[in-house]
Structures are given as C-alpha cells and as structure tokens.
T-cell receptor, first 117, second 111 residues
Framework: GAVVSQHPSWVICKSGTSVKIECRSLDFQATTMFWYRQFPKQSLMLMATSNEGSKATYEQGVEKDKFLINHASLTLSTLTVTSAHPEDSSFYIC?????????????FGSGTRLTVV | LAKTTQPISMDSYEGQEVNITCSHNNIATNDYITWYQQFPSQGPRFIIQGYKTKVTNEVASLFIPADRKSSTLSLPRVSLSDTAVYYCLVGLSGGSYIPTFGRGTSLIVHP
C-alpha cells in the first residue's frame, strides 16, 4: 500500500532556530501534499497545500514566511519552521495524494512532535 | 465542502460493538464518506470508505442510508487497542479534494 514517511518523529529546538520536517512518499508519486498542525486534544488544522513544482497555498492565518514549504519533487515535501518560538510547539502531520496504489487516495505521515524551548 | 458532525466522545467496553454516527446534511452527489482512526502522537489511518448502502472490510463496517445525510461506522467487538479518535470526512474520492477534519469522536474502550 501507499506509504508516507515523515521525519523526524520528534524534535526539540531552541527558540529562534529553524527546524525542517521531511515528508516522503515511498511507493507512489505525490502530486499534492498537505501539511497539518495539531494541538493537544484538538483536531488536525490544515496549514497549507502544495503541488509538486508550485508554490504552496497557505490557509488563512498561516504565515508563509514562517512556515516554508517546498515540494520540489514528486516524492518529497519539506516544512521548515523558521525562527521557532514556544507557541510553535505542536504536532505536525503531512499527507500525500497522487498515483496511489489502491486505497482511498490519501496517506498520512506518522507526524512530528515539535517542542520549542 | 460538506461539514460533518460527530459526537465528541463515546465510551464502551471490550467485546462490545461500537457505532459512531456522523451527520453530513449537505453532502454532494459525488462525495464519498471516509473514516480515519488516530492514535495519540500518530497520523490518521484510513479505516473505510463508502458511497452508499453498506461497506465492510476486515476492521469495520460503514452503513450509509439512502439519503446519505449521515453514516455510521461500526466497530465489532472492540478491544482496548481501539481506543482512539475517529474522524469522518466527506469529499470526492481518488484524492481530488482537501481532507478537512472536524472534531472527531474520542472513543475510550474500558476493560
């Protein structure tokens, strides 16, 4: 089945530094990837949608200069949290869709727990 | 995009059947209904998808009435490991919509 690998699974960084999260589709070409953020006891909130080779489309209220998304290939998208602050601490999840080998069309990564200290 | 409404939480006991209902009154003609399961600190996992009537796989059944304004996820004989949050999503099949998550239903299975 379709597999999306997300790394790292957790990261702790100092305030003011940048953190990069990778999302890879292992066995299919991901034409579109989605990035979500999830705070404790809350649902997934869509941050942005990215199509391979195009600029990401950000949801209202999400700072595109702070959350840099790159989708340069059909198998890799990255989310960089720039100048991270404690309020950016959250659980970040990617999802990919494309030439899926079966399934419902969407596969989610395992998530990245970001803690900014 | 069709909005969904689910109970915030449910409790059950091991071995019981659990039915979680989702309301989607403004579902569009071409929309499918998809359910996901999410454990703490993990990404959502696909459970089942359907368009109408009944769909069954190895882990769950999905019941959809004729008017398609609601759907029910049925988990037979739940175990402690079924404790999770369950999300109902509505949209086009085949990866042609943006998965938007509602609040989901937190299911707690007790011994």
């Amino acid at each position: 089945g379709a597999v999306v690998s997300q790394h790292p699974s957790w990261v702790i960084c100092k305030s003011g530094t940048s953190v990069k999260i990778e999302c890879r589709s292992l066995d299919f070409q991901a034409t579109t990837m989605f990035w979500y953020r999830q705070f404790p006891k809350q649902s997934l909130m869509l941050m942005a949608t990215s199509n391979e080779g195009s600029k990401a489309t950000y949801e209202q209220g999400v700072e595109k200069d702070k959350f840099l998304i790159n989708h340069a290939s059909l198998t890799l998208s990255t989310l960089t949290v720039t100048s991270a602050h404690p309020e950016d601490s959250s659980f970040y999840i990617c999802s990919a869709t494309g030439s899926h080998p079966g399934g419902n069309g969407y596969t989610f990564g395992s998530g990245t727990r970001l803690t900014v200290v | 995009l069709a909005k969904t409404t689910q109970p915030i939480s449910m409790d059950s006991y091991e071995g019981q059947e659990v039915n979680i209902t989702c309301s989607h009154n403004n579902i569009a003609t071409n929309d499918y209904i998809t359910w996901y399961q999410q454990f703490p600190s993990q990404g959502p996992r696909f459970i089942i998808q359907g368009y109408k009537t009944k769909v069954t796989n190895e882990v769950a059944s999905l019941f959809i009435p004729a008017d398609r304004k609601s759907s029910t996820l049925s988990l037979p004989r739940v175990s402690l490991s079924d404790t999770a949050v369950y999300y109902c999503l509505v949209g086009l099949s085949g990866g042609s919509y943006i998965p938007t998550f509602g609040r989901g239903t937190s299911l707690i299975v007790h011994p």
